[in-house]
């Protein structure tokens, strides 16, 4: 079964918003199911755990600022 070039387009647009949500819900069942979580804090990584305690993981570069829909070049 093929689906139409249109309807493969808005689905494709639609990625963003859907993904938001199940993002956020993964993330609160894993805390919920007592694992911790990685997430970005100002150019660290922290381990967040399911009691509210955070751990810093490491210091990483300064986010690089995007648009939607451009392609970054490997250097």
Avoid: C, N
């Amino acid at each position: 079964m093929s689906i139409p070039e249109q309807t493969m387009q808005f689905l494709e647009e639609h990625i963003p918003d859907l993904a938001a949500p199940a993002f956020k819900q993964a993330y609160w069942q894993a805390l919920a199911s007592g694992s911790s979580v990685l997430e970005v804090e100002d150019s660290t990584i922290v381990e967040v755990f399911p009691d509210g305690t955070r751990k810093v993981i490491k210091q990483i570069g300064a986010a690089i600022p995007m648009t939607s829909g451009q392609k970054r070049v490997a250097v």
